[in-house]
């Protein structure tokens, strides 16, 4: 070799031993810009910039990858992350590394769920945890698993959200990441506490161990956060008791670190728990402070919901001119926000305080408002409940058929393999294709019972064990069709317990459930073999009737009147006394809708002319 060549030679060696010390300086500054972040943003961004403008960062592409990954991990911006998992990509398949690779299509699917295109980001997330699995990256898989419980969480899929979060706190567990095992059980616990799943208890238990975790590390921000949503889960419970001295540690919490929204959300959360528990005139003062930070805050969503609540307040004081000024600015933002669940309470108290003003035709309007919402809101949770049933039935059977199909190929081939084998070995393949068969049959079965026992779940009231809507508006249009083939008139009643609201306002939401179950069971007991009843609404029922007269009609409902009236609920309160109104509709036209709709109307006459009484349009047998 030449001298020249042996100089090129030596220039290119010393270039290529600088460029690999460079390269292992940035991945080093890398290593303590994730290390310091949780304490020091600023320090670690100010790192990730100095990384980033290093020439040697701008060609090798192993460092543009894990910068770009940084840098989607550490926004909130959906273009910026867009942008930065398409360049760490195309760098991470120049590199050919599948770690990388696996992480920059976390950092995509965290981009889908900045831009809001959860279903996409669920999805991609799925293609993560694929992705982690053979390359053993347990922190990786553990993070996506929880993201994605994250997300199936938010849209209301609480098994798989559960699976999921359970799947990330066991390998955060296993890796010793305390912070990833804490933020799990945080989440874990949310899903037990959400009305959906109702395991409050659990829930509690869940949260008390954040608290001691939160405690040791020294995190009073989370200590008050878990405070509140003890509180809450309390609340939603009925232990108000619980949830008013949750909820006031969690607001010296934040008072003392001066959090000034976390302050106005708990006062207002504080605040309707004390006008539960009939404290209202306590709880006016915490309400008129919550909407005074948000309405300063331009915070519309929050200043509508606490107006709301401030509402129901002045309604309950007896004040019901200052109640419509704050129900009416809130129902103009739920109506614009389409939310269905708040516009229903916004109807109903709105209905209260009209009454309460003598206005009874705006009462009235308010009254079918809110009967309107209330079927939309129960035909939406019968749609939801119906699609989780069924999801989860079409996955049970669908992983049954793989399995089984698996088991019979795998017998299949054993049998083709061994045909020339002896006699005794036929006859074990033969014994085994007997099993099969068998456990097969048990499969089916269990299908079969499966099958009935959601088909029960989804037409059957959860709380009185009654036919529920659905069901019993079904019946009725049966009724209806066998009353016109056999040319005589159909009848049905519609009740309602009176001063129900009341009830669940002195007593509680648990003694309303107990009222409720008891005038089902008091109803049920006093129909003929061929009626049915069902529950329609909150405390609304209907009575299909099998070929009764005009008198019989009466005569029953009043047998269903006399038995409610004989309740007791001393267990409840000496006091309580549980009446109902009914309401008769004998029809000839056999349109089931337009009959209901007669015998509510009925109803409506019988509350209006004093309650715990029957009425009935005059007929002309």
């Not at 099969?436 to 499966?450: G, K």
């Amino acid at each position: 070799m030449s001298i020249r060549g042996v100089a090129v030679c030596a220039v290119l060696c010393i270039s290529a031993a600088a460029f690999a010390a460079d390269a292992t300086r940035l991945q080093a500054m890398l290593d303590d810009a994730q290390r310091i972040r949780a304490t020091d943003r600023q320090r670690a961004r100010q790192i990730l910039d100095d990384v980033e403008r290093d020439a040697a960062s701008k060609t090798d592409p192993l460092l543009i990858a894990r910068t770009q990954w940084l840098e989607c991990r550490w926004t909130d911006s959906a273009a910026v992350a867009y942008r930065a998992a398409s360049i760490g990509l195309a760098a991470a398949e120049r590199a050919k590394s599948a770690s990388l690779h696996a992480k920059l299509t976390g950092c995509h699917a965290r981009a889908l769920t900045l831009d809001g295109k959860t279903a996409a980001a669920e999805q991609e997330y799925g293609t993560v945890v694929k992705l982690a699995r053979p390359l053993r990256d347990l922190a990786l898989e553990a993070e996506a698993s929880a993201d994605i419980g994250t997300l199936q969480y938010d849209r209301g899929a609480m098994a798989d959200a559960l699976a999921n979060l359970q799947t990330a706190y066991r390998i955060y567990g296993q890796l010793g990441n305390e912070k990833g095992r804490i933020d799990a059980l945080s989440n874990i616990a949310n899903v037990y506490a959400d009305a959906q799943v109702g395991q409050y208890d659990r829930a509690v238990e869940y949260y008390r161990e954040l608290l001691g975790d939160y405690e040791k590390y020294g995190q009073p921000s989370d200590v008050a956060d878990t405070l509140f949503n003890i509180g809450s889960t309390f609340e939603a419970k009925g232990d108000l008791a619980a949830a008013e001295l949750h909820y006031r540690r969690a607001l010296t919490s934040f008072q003392q670190m001066g959090k000034a929204s976390d302050v106005a959300y708990t006062k207002r959360s504080l605040g309707t728990t004390l006008m539960k528990q009939g404290r209202t005139s306590e709880a006016l003062k915490l309400l008129d402070e919550a909407v005074v930070y948000f309405e300063r805050a331009h915070d519309e969503w929050n200043t509508a919901m606490s107006r709301q609540h401030r509402g129901i307040a002045f309604r309950r004081l007896g004040r019901p001119n200052e109640a419509l000024r704050d129900l009416d600015p809130a129902r103009r933002f739920f109506e614009r926000n389409n939310n269905t669940r708040f516009l229903e309470r916004n109807a109903e108290e709105t209905a209260l305080v009209y009454a309460q003003l003598g206005d009874w035709r705006n009462a009235y309007d308010a009254s079918v408002r809110r009967a309107a919402l209330t079927q939309a809101l129960a035909e939406t949770r019968r749609d939801e409940l119906s699609s989780r049933l069924r999801v989860a039935f079409d996955t049970e059977k669908k992983d049954q058929e793989n399995r089984a199909l698996a088991r019979e190929s795998a017998l299949r081939a054993a049998a083709l393999h061994e045909a020339e084998r002896s006699r005794e070995l036929q006859i074990v393949v033969s014994a085994l294709i007997a099993l099969l068969a068998l456990a097969m049959a048990a499969l089916f079965w269990r299908q079969v019972v499966n099958t009935r026992r959601m088909r029960s779940m989804a037409m059957t009231d959860e709380l009185t064990r009654l036919p529920n809507r659905r069901h019993i508006l079904a019946a009725a249009e049966i009724a209806f069709d066998a009353a016109k083939r056999e040319h005589r008139t159909a009848a049905v009643i519609v009740l309602d317990i009176d001063g129900f609201k009341r009830i669940n306002d002195m007593w509680g939401h648990p003694a309303g459930d107990v009222v409720l179950q008891s005038v089902a069971r008091a109803c049920r007991l006093e129909l003929r073999g061929g009626d049915q009843i069902g529950r329609i609404g909150g405390e609304e029922f209907l009575v299909v009737l099998s070929a009764a007269t005009a008198q019989q009609a009466r005569d029953i409902a009043e047998r269903l009147r006399s038995a409610v009236e004989r309740l007791e609920f001393t267990s409840i309160s000496p006091d309580l006394r549980v009446t109902i109104s009914l309401g008769i509709h004998i029809a000839t036209e056999y349109d089931a809708g337009v009959a209901i709709a007669a015998a509510d109307s009925m109803l409506y006459r019988a509350k209006d002319r004093g309650r715990n009484r029957v009425e009935m349009e005059p007929t002309a047998s």
